[in-house]
């Protein structure tokens, strides 16, 4: 008999709530990618940050980010503009069509976590979550996420 690790069950849990985000999104007429998801977000939380910023927070290579970007401006959720302080880069900021999307997005988020406060305690989420943030960390260090 195979037992299921905890990694297996952080794992599953990661993938299904990211597949149900994107459903819901699709389901609001935006079609997006997980990473284009995660770049959107990162963005709206970094305005005025640079490709090569994100490429770190990632620890993506830049020419993986360079296409995020692009497939992002094609979309016309984000925006490039010239670094006042820096004329070698570019900062990255939401079009109108990038902020409605975050705001479906945390809308959605906002969702789900209403249906995982109906099976958990405040205890059990403030638990979780203290939880999640160790495991982070003690992983973090390993992949320089």
């Not at 809308?107 to 160790?134: F, H, I, N, P, R």
Request: with cysteine; aromatic share 6%; hydrophobic share 45%.
């Amino acid at each position: 008999m195979q037992t299921r690790l905890l990694i297996d069950d952080l794992f599953r849990l990661v993938h299904v709530l990211k597949q149900r985000m994107l459903h819901d999104l699709s389901n609001q007429g935006v079609s997006l990618a997980p990473m284009q998801m995660q770049g959107l977000k990162w963005i709206s939380m970094h305005e005025w940050a640079t490709a090569n910023d994100m490429a770190k927070f990632f620890n993506r290579d830049k020419a993986q980010v360079t296409r995020l970007i692009q497939n992002l401006i094609a979309d016309d959720f984000v925006v490039k503009q010239p670094n006042p302080s820096d004329g070698r880069s570019q900062l990255l900021a939401l079009t109108d069509s990038g902020k409605a999307v975050i705001d479906l997005l945390r809308e959605q988020e906002l969702a789900v976590m209403q249906e995982l406060y109906g099976v958990l305690s405040e205890e059990d989420m403030q638990a979780l979550s203290k939880l999640t943030k160790t495991l982070f960390e003690a992983v973090k260090p390993q992949c320089k996420a």
